[in-house]
């Protein structure tokens, strides 16, 4: 189980930060991949966390696969998410100040599957986003995208 805290002075304070990565996979339709994360219900792009021995990039890749079935290659840095604000508690005691770096990237094959960390997975029309139940974070890092901007965000 986990509890996501953003901006709450209640939130619990961090032990620990762990590298991470998520991913923007959009289709031809310029729709965005989204996940329903069986540990929160809520919506989010793929991600997880780093593992020793990988590039960051290589993390981004492997999640897409565990969590959507597809097969992407990395086009660029979306943006560092780094808020001290974003703490994540788990059920085990461990508690992460967010660290995750969001990568836009481009489909090369694979077929749509769900993992065990999810319930559901769909392909989410931009206008849509506003109605998901979904992390503030996430929320930001898919508006960053969509701003289409020069360089990625830093924050």
Not at 60 to 67: C, L, S, T
Not at 76 to 96: C, K, M, N, Q, W
Not at 133 to 138: G, L
Request: charged share 25%; net charge negative.
């Amino acid at each position: 189980m986990r509890t996501d805290y953003y901006n709450d002075p209640d939130a619990p304070r961090p032990n620990s930060v762990v590298p991470s990565a998520s991913a923007i996979v959009t289709d031809e339709l310029g729709r965005i991949l989204l996940i329903r994360r069986r540990d929160n219900e809520l919506w989010a792009l793929p991600g997880g966390g780093h593992d020793i021995g990988e590039t960051i990039e290589q993390t981004a890749i492997r999640e897409v696969k565990e969590e959507t079935g597809l097969d992407v290659e990395i086009v660029a840095l979306s943006g560092i998410y780094t808020d001290p604000a974003h703490v994540v508690a788990f059920s085990d005691g461990e508690v992460r100040q967010q660290f995750s770096l969001c990568f836009t990237t481009r489909q090369t094959g694979g077929t749509l599957a769900i993992d065990h960390e999810s319930t559901d997975i769909a392909w989410t029309s931009p206008d849509d986003i506003a109605t998901l139940n979904m992390h503030p974070s996430m929320r930001l890092r898919i508006s960053h995208y969509l701003e289409a901007r020069m360089s990625p965000y830093l924050g």
